[in-house]
């Protein structure tokens, strides 16, 4: 039976073209038809519909921006939860231990199984498919859709339950967020003091201070002035409250990450909601009355 792919946006798109690229008959569906047009002329069938793709297959994936959408493709009224064939539901979306929760009581009521695997690398990994593939659920059920998600990245088990890859991908996602928003700070304090930032990063990545945004996000969309990392700020934004909430129900002191949520939180007050995540260092920039040279 074929494949449902539901969401065909910035990692959407990359994610389900893996899946055609390994043959599969995949049937695709997003709230804007223009989007599964690439996916369309490689042979995906389109549905008008989540519920036309669970009642088409087995198997649906689900890749969504933010949580309203992904409760309504799921249990809305013309959700995937209403379809005569699909029998697991694979979240891919980052949007916290409680709604995951409440996504698989809603479908086990109707004999749906869930599957959370949410993934990190962004664009630019779906594209390679390099992502870090988090997966939680029933172990009969990762071992059944492996061969799949394996063609994203790498796979880490997180446990036997849903919404324990949440919480790894909340882990991940935070530390990302944290480390983006102190480079941002460094590199304007390091050029405004007059290095060069391609010194800089040469310096920094053969260094302690190297992370993932001074190894791919500055170079490749910041120093040359692009900001093309292709994440947009609002997205990343929700991931840091939910990391915050996250560690909140722990009793975990969150003192770090409420700073760097700050910076996020400005970013968004200034409009920037559908910005590119590394147009948070034009918030510094600001700040300092100086801008990071071009470089590339």
Known sequence: MAIGFIGIGNMGLPMADKLIG??????????RPEAIAPLVEKQARPAQSPREVADRCHTVYVSLPTLPSLRDVVLGKDGVVHGSAVKLVVNTCTVGVPLVEE?????AARGIALVDCPISGGPPGARAG????????????VEQIRPFISRWGPVTVAGPRPGL????????????????AATCEAYVMGAKGGLDPEVMTEAINRGSGRNSATQSKFPESVLDRSFAYGAPMHILTKDVDLAIEQG???GIPMWVCQAARLMYKHAMFQGMETKDITELVKI???GAGFVLPKTR
């Not at 390099?130 to 009969?140: F, I, N, Q, R, Y």
């Not at 991908?169 to 944290?178: E, G, H, P, R």
Request: aromatic share 0%.
């Open 22 to 31: 390994g043959g599969e008959d995949l049937v695709v569906h997003d709230a």
């Open 103 to 107: 996504l698989e009581k809603g479908l």
């Open 130 to 141: 390099t992502l870090s593939v988090m997966v939680s659920g029933a172990p009969h059920l």
């Open 165 to 180: 890859a949440q919480v790894l991908k909340l882990t991940n996602n935070i530390l990302s967020a944290v480390a983006l």
């Open 248 to 250: 909140e129900r722990l």
């Open 284 to 286: 510094v920039e600001s």
